[in-house]
Each structure stands twice: as C-alpha cells, then as structure tokens.
C-alpha cells in the first residue's frame, strides 16, 4: 500500500509497503507480535531475545518503514527546536532528615495479592505552620484478622532543620493517629474547610476517615462519616464532584479478594504465585458525597461513576474536556480504563474509548497502575501517562482538547526503556525550570516468590528536550543505581527551597526521600485558599505568562498511586537570562468561575493565593 510521508522540508513523499511489512513495524514499534510471555523467568527471556537491557536501552526494534517513527510528530510548542538533554540530580536525605520507615508489607512466602500492591503516602500540612508534614502508610501481617497489635501508620512532623532543610520528627501517637490497618493508599483533603487537613486512608480491609481537630491532634470519624468502605481499595481522591464547594471523596476499589481465606494460586510447579487480576472478580468504584455536616452518601452509581470491569488502581480529578468542568480518569489492571466526563449537574459519562485514553495504540488493554498527568507539550491540553506491567510498556496519552487524547508513547521515545519494568508511581514535573517538563517513575514487580531476579527494580527519570523523552537516569544520582521494590510517590517542596522533592515508598526497605540538587532556571510556585470554593483549592487552573511563554496547569486531585501530593503547582519558566522577564502575569480561575489576575508577579517565590469575594 502506498504511505504519504511529510519530510523535514514539508514536502510529501509517496513510498510502498507491503501490507505484512506495515502491520510487522507496527508490532515492532508497539512491542506487541502477537505472543505474550507467561511469566518472568519467561518474560525476561523475551526481553533479551528482543535486545533490551535492564538499563531501559536496548536496540531499537527493526521496522519496514523507509521512514523513522521514534521521532514525535511535533515538538514541544512554543520552542523552535530540540535543545541538548540535562538530568536533574537527587539525593536521598531521607535518614538524614529523621524520616524513617519501613513499609512491612507481611510477606511470609504464601504470595498474597495484596502483599504485592499497597505502600503509599501523602503530604500534608496537619498543624498549618506552613511546612509539609507526611503521613505514610503501613502494612504488616495481612492474614491477621483482629489488627489491635499490628503496626500503625506514621505521622512525621516537618521541622525547618538549622542548615535550610528538613527535620522529621514522629508525632504519629502524640496526634492520637492510629491506624493499624493493612494500609494500601493515602489521601488527604479538608473535607470539612475549617483549613486543617484531614486523612483518608484506604486498606485492604476497611478504610479509615480521620479528622484534624486544629489542636495537633485527630479523630477517627470513620463510622459517623459512613466512609468506612469494607472492600479492597487502593487510590483514592478528594475533588468538589457535585459542584457545592466542598470535597467528595472517590475511592478506587480492587478485586474481591479475600486476604484472610485467599484463592490459592500456584504455577505448574506448585509453587505459590501471585494471582491473576483476570481470575478474579473486581469491586466497583465508591464515590462518596459530602453532606456538608461530617456525613457522606455513596452515590457512585447514581452519578454515572460507573464502568464494567472495574479493577481500579489509579484515578485524577481534572478538567481534561476543557469546559470548566472535573473529569476523572480511573487506571484498571487489566481492563479498559475509564474517563468519567463531566455532564454537570453530578452527573458523569464514561467515554475512554471514544476518546482514545482506554486502551493502547493497538486496542490492547493493560495493567494500569499509577498515573501522572501534566501538560508535557505545553499545548495547554492535560496529557495522561500511564504505568504498567513489566514487558507491557507505559503508556503516554497527548491530551487533544476536546477531540479526546492519542497515545504517542513511541513517537516519544517512551516505548523501549519502560519495557524490562513495572512501574507504579509516576510524576510530571519540571525539576529543573528549564521550561520542559520530566517525568520520573517508580518500578518493582509484584511477583514476590524467593529469588525472582525481577522482583526489585531501578527508578526512571526522563527528560523532555521538546522533542522526545530520554532517559536520564544515570546521570540522576545514586538513588537511580539501586534496585528496590517501589509503589507510592508523593512530590512536594519538603525544604521550601521552591523545587519539587519526591517521597518513594519501598517495600521491606526504608523509605526514600529525594531531595531535588537542580540549579533551578526562572520558576513560580502558587498555593491555594479557597473561600467560595473549596478551602485546598483542588480544581484550580492557573495561566502563567511571562515574555512570550505561556503555561497553563491545574491543581490536579489524586494521581501517582496511593498517594496524595502537596497541593501547589510549580511552574519552570526557562533558563536564567540577562534579558529574561523577572515578573509574570497569573490569571487563576477557580472552580467557583471566579477568575483573577494578579500582575507583575516577582519569579523565584511560591506565592499564596487567596480567592476573592464574588463581584
């Protein structure tokens, strides 16, 4: 069959490929020919056979086209050309810093569901001295089913330390936080807009609603909340779903899996292995709305929160139609996955397929884990990446507006070097202010038998030169060198030094926390007050213009996986310059429909930004 191509002079050329040779380079570029490897003593075989390496290189798969496809189709917007590729360095001050822990998650050899996915955190700023503290999860022996003696989640408290930075002290039973459920996720929201934050906690088991009294300390409000959802749940969100300007809460909820009388699963030797997701039924999705009194009514069905197959893993809360109005994209394992549009008046559509964010390029469900959304092309339209299972690839969805989203992973070099991992936490941001957005992942497998080699995985971080992803992760410091088993990741600026710092959660080993060493480009950071709408400002949309750059971005709820990060939005406007603009405009619409613009704005800072009264 005959192919147009545009070259790079824009002119078209006519060139002829067989029909087999077209469908073989699509296989090749997708890493799909038709065979899926059973298992990861099988799966690792296949990698090497196909030429990539545990570094995420590896040889570019061989293709029929005359033409190169691992080149994007545009590059960023606003920049006239690809420049050279930096890595922003992190080190892991973690121990240093006094915040320690170790998520535990049980394992004894029996390959629980449920060993394998939980591990999650979030920040939060419980005692409004304008520091973020971090609340992290915790597991320990999942098949106990009276859980009095088992460890509890952890309150640390965020101290400015005396050279800048942070210190971590525990106040977990000094705020009266215990939590001793089999922790999976952690979301954080001020349900009740007194300006303290409060604590949701999902388990595998029932969740937990804790309440911040403003006096340092909390309560557990679970069974007056009616919160308290007894089913297998992982991520969850708070965002105003109703339009009323408070915070609803939506849970994803997993498999109907029983942790304390498991379905036994074993491999052809008998051996004991983590279960399929496809052999086991999934519990729907919980969305529950805010009465405005402390009680809340699940209503997820009546809402159109609602998709077949649900398994849900990941989900955000944003505006991804562009009409003003909260969308949510929920990530399944293993099944199409869901974007819940906006019809208003509470009611909601699922149009992922139709709008090209519900399967890959090639119609192919995957195991969608943790997600990250950001405008990577500074297009203005929110971009979706998704992570997935080891050999699967992750999968990047470019945002169209209103004509919906196109996976673009190979066109940006996304494709191989996410192969040989699994990714769960992932992140959008522009560590170093260069103006181009990076995105880091964190990987490990959940196949947790004794001795598989593809259990504890290397992290990723990729960089955007305007043109395509690299994988940086070599040159990004020793944290990047060292395999681990990693699920949630929670970004914040932990040391008020204006970048973006990532908590890692790891299981059976400590806790990292990566302190961003970039020598920052021109840069703005903005944090909320809502008074109309709701008090942490979830749902903003802020316009950034300073010269000739405009960025766009939204205070965006949920993302990663199990976790929750510090509600601020961080804006790389470039390279310092003699001659760059030191001030900007900022124009934030909030979710109420108030729009406000704040002038010569100075750079260097992160501001607050209180929402005016209603003309």
Not at 265 to 291: L, M, T, V
Request: a negative charge.
């Amino acid at each position: 069959m005959l192919r147009s191509v545009v070259n790079a002079t824009g002119s078209v050329t006519l060139i002829q490929v067989s029909l087999v040779g077209y469908l073989a380079a699509v296989a090749a570029l997708c890493g799909c020919d038709g065979r899926r490897p059973s298992g990861p003593e099988e799966s690792q075989k296949a990698t090497q056979a196909s030429g990539s390496d545990d570094a995420g290189g590896g040889k570019a798969a061989s293709s029929a086209f005359a033409f190169d496809l691992s080149k994007p189709s545009s590059p960023k917007a606003g920049s006239d050309s690809a420049v050279p590729v930096t890595c922003t360095p992190f080190d892991d001050v973690a121990e240093y810093s006094g915040l320690v822990h170790v998520y535990d998650n049980g394992e004894n050899g029996m390959s629980l569901m449920a060993e394998a996915t939980g591990g999650g955190s979030g920040w939060l700023d419980y005692d409004r001295d304008g520091h973020p503290d971090l609340h992290v999860g915790q597991g320990g022996d999942p098949s106990v089913s009276v859980r009095d003696q088992e460890p509890s989640d952890r309150l640390f408290r965020n101290l400015p330390g005396e050279d800048g930075g942070s210190s971590f002290v525990d106040v977990t039973e000094r705020a009266r936080l215990r939590e001793t459920g089999y922790s999976q996720g952690v979301a954080i929201g001020d349900f009740d807009d007194d300006g303290f934050d409060d604590i949701y906690v999902t388990n595998a088991g029932t969740n937990a609603l804790f309440r911040n009294l403003g006096d340092g300390t909390f309560v557990d409000v679970t069974d007056e909340s009616g919160t308290g959802d007894s089913r297998w749940s992982s991520s969850a969100a708070w965002a105003d779903l109703d339009g009323d300007h408070d915070l609803d809460l939506y849970v994803c909820n997993y498999l109907q899996y029983d942790i304390l009388d498991p379905l036994p699963c074993n491999n052809p030797q008998g051996e004991a292995r983590i279960c399929h997701p496809r052999d086991i039924d999934p519990w729907p999705d919980a969305c529950f709305i805010n009465n405005g009194d402390g009680t809340f009514r699940e209503a997820a069905r009546e809402m159109g929160l609602f998709g077949p197959g649900n398994k849900g893993l990941g989900v955000a809360v944003a505006d991804f139609t562009g009409d003003g109005l909260c969308d949510l994209y929920v990530a399944n394992d293993t099944e199409a996955n869901f974007l819940f549009v906006n019809q208003g008046g509470g009611r909601f559509e699922e149009r992922a397929m139709v709008l090209g964010c519900a399967v890959d390029r090639l119609g192919r469900t995957q195991a969608s884990m943790g997600l990250a959304v950001g405008d990577y092309d500074n297009d203005g339209n929110l971009d979706i990446y998704s992570a997935h299972f080891y050999d699967e690839s992750n999968t990047l969805y470019r945002g169209l507006g209103s004509a919906g989203f196109e996976d673009v992973t190979g066109l940006v070099g996304l494709h191989t070097p996410t192969l040989p991992r699994l990714g769960f936490g992932t992140v959008f941001c522009d560590f170093d202010a260069d103006g181009y957005m990076d995105l880091f992942i964190a990987n490990g497998h959940i196949e947790n038998y004794p001795g598989n080699p593809l259990l504890a995985q290397q992290p990723q971080l990729f960089e955007w030169n305007g043109s395509s992803f690299h994988d940086c992760s070599s040159m990004a410091g020793p944290f990047f060198e060292i395999r681990q088993v990693a699920r949630g990741v929670a970004m914040a600026d932990h040391d008020g030094d204006g970048d973006c710092d990532l908590a890692v959660i790891h299981q059976n080993t400590p806790l990292a926390l990566l302190e961003n060493q970039a020598d920052l480009g021109r840069w703005l950071g903005l944090t909320f007050v809502g008074t109309t709408s709701n008090r942490r400002g979830i749902g903003c949309k802020a316009t950034v213009r300073c010269g000739d750059r405009t960025v766009v971005q939204q205070l965006i709820a949920g993302m990663s996986y199990a976790s929750t990060h510090q509600p601020r939005l961080f804006f790389g406007l470039g390279p310092n310059a003699d001659d760059a603009p030191t001030t900007c405009q900022v124009e934030i619409t909030w979710p109420s429909g108030i729009v406000q613009t704040l002038d010569a704005v100075a750079l260097g800072q992160t501001l607050t930004v209180t929402e005016p009264a209603a003309n």
